[in-house]
């Protein structure tokens, strides 16, 4: 896909700018400075938008990358599908309420039409899947984890979770089929403040922070219309190396070719990030002590396609699958994070763990028979937010360059809210660092391709 339309809405010269990866960061910066009058090439190393949440065509279904759950609170991720005129094809409750498939039975957690923090307080009192006692913990731990301490950030959840006495069937049925999902890492190689950070701001937010949702189109929908306002997408194209000259980085190597620029958002993974430049050449450290944790999801299809009508999204506790979700008639997504020790089973037995995980829970699916599973891994699916692990804020050595990424200094876990949030950082950061350099200059902003802009030259 490849436009040259330029917008600039402004008096100003236009500045080119390359924003590299086109996962959620890269294209939220990309908005960013469009909205700023920059002419922007989006350059994508794969044949598809949209990074870690796009959706892709298996036989005559068009499946997502993995199944991604939003919250009330995301709303840096909302405003920007707003921005893109797509928030109708987001269905997100309008208050919280979950439906919980224990080992015994079925519980709810639902919020009341109350303010915060009594709409889940209340509720939480006589939510059946834990005993009293646990129910007494986990108040207790919320009221605790309300109060931030130093520390947070070299200390474990696991270690945190046991200083403040949470018992296995708090940890089963309440911490982990909330918090595995959203952190997807076990607790013991998380820190305390990635774990705290969901529960301060989703659970003992505002009233509607906790609300959950989810895409009802196809997420590469998403991607797909924030590029089309880029006015050029090079798909297929990896940037391989940079190339730096005075302070400034003054053109992407692809495969043999350059694209100039006047200044370059790298929205890539930290893994990506360190083959294409070099920790030297950004300045920026720790990046190779990033590490990632797998998901796979687990797509199943019954004979019986009222079975489970009245079925949206639900919690399993105590099972390597976390949630499930009704995608279409008899047609269930099983989500398994944190999923180390599956990502590397063969197909069939991931799809028997579970269709025996959903029938051990589901009786309404003893008399359905399975017709056709698939499971789609993601090996790399997020970083860790590890204790003591340093997140480089979007400032580089390099004056025209910043970078983009959920895995970047948000605050927040590897979330779609945490990578648009990142991609407008960048675009801010970018636009005021060159506005101080042309003051200090004393000049007004570059006009359009004054170095070698030779965009769209890499297209393969
Ligand atoms: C299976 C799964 C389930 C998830 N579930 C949820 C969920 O329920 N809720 C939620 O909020 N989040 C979820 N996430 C996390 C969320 O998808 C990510 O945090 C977010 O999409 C990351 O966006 P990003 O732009 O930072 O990175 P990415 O999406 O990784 O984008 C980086 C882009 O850079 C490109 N790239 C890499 N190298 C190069 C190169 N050399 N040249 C050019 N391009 C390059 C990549 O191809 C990619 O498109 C899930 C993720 C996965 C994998």
New binding site residues.
């Given amino acids: 896909m490849t436009t040259s339309t330029t917008k600039t809405g402004s008096a100003a010269p236009v500045r080119h700018v390359a924003v ?7 294209l939220a910066a990309a908005l960013s400075l469009k909205g700023e009058g920059w002419r922007v090439t989006l ?4 044949r598809l938008l ?4 796009t959706s892709f065509q298996l036989g005559d279904v068009e499946m997502d ?6 919250l009330g609170c ?1 709303s840096s ?1 909302l405003e920007f599908v707003e921005e893109l005129g797509m928030r109708g094809d987001l269905r997100i409750q309008e208050r919280f309420d979950v439906l919980v498939l224990t080992e015994t039975g079925r519980a709810r957690l639902r919020a009341l039409r109350l303010p915060a923090p009594l709409h889940l307080a209340l509720p939480f009192l006589r939510f059946r899947a834990l005993g009293i006692r646990s129910r007494l913990q986990v108040a207790r731990a919320l009221l605790a984890a309300k109060r931030p301490r130093s520390g947070e950030e070299g200390e474990t959840f696991a270690a945190w979770l046991h200083r403040h006495g949470q018992g296995q069937q708090s940890r089963r049925v309440f911490w982990e089929p909330f918090l595995v ?1 959203a952190l ?1 890492a076990p607790f013991d190689r998380v820190s305390a403040a990635a774990g705290l950070m969901v529960v301060r701001t989703a659970l003992l937010g505002n009233r509607d922070a906790a609300r959950i949702g989810y895409a009802t189109v196809p997420l590469a929908r998403f991607a797909e219309r924030a590029a089309e306002r880029c006015d050029e997408v090079l798909l297929r ?4 190396g940079l190339h730096v000259e005075g302070g400034e980085l003054r053109g992407l190597l692809t495969g043999g070719a350059e694209i100039g620029v006047d200044a370059t958002v790298l ?3 930290p893994e ?1 990030l360190l ?2 430049a070099g920790v030297e050449t950004l300045g920026v450290p720790d990046l190779e002590k990033f590490t990632t944790q797998p ?1 796979v ?1 687990v797509h199943l299809w019954y004979d019986a396609p009222h079975a489970l009508d009245d079925l949206d999204f639900a919690a399993m506790t105590g099972s390597p699958v976390q949630w499930i979700f009704a995608k279409g008639p008899g047609y269930l997504c099983c ?1 398994l994070s944190s999923a180390d020790d599956l990502v590397s089973q063969p197909e069939e037995r991931l799809v028997a763990l579970a269709d025996s995980e959903l029938r051990s829970r589901l009786p309404e699916l003893s008399q359905a028979t399975l017709l056709r599973g698939v499971a789609v891994r ?1 090996p790399e ?2 970083f860790v937010p590890a204790p003591g692990l340093r997140r480089p804020g979007p400032a580089t050595a390099l004056a025209n360059t910043v970078l ?4 970047t200094d948000t605050g927040w876990p ?6 648009v949030r ?2 407008r950082a960048a675009a801010r950061t970018l636009v005021a660092t060159l506005r101080k350099q042309e003051r200090a200059a004393g000049r007004a902003p570059a006009p359009p391709g004054s170095r070698r802009s030779r965009a769209g030259v890499g297209h393969e």
């Fill in positions: 590299v990866g086109a996962g959620l960061a890269g350059v994508e190393r794969s949209g990074g870690k949440a990358s993995g199944q991604h759950a939003i995301y991720f999902p997807n194209t990896p940037v391989t929205a890539v993974p990506r083959r294409m998901i999801d989500s993601d699916a997020t983009a990424g959920c895995w590897a979330t779609m809210e945490g990578a990142s991609g």
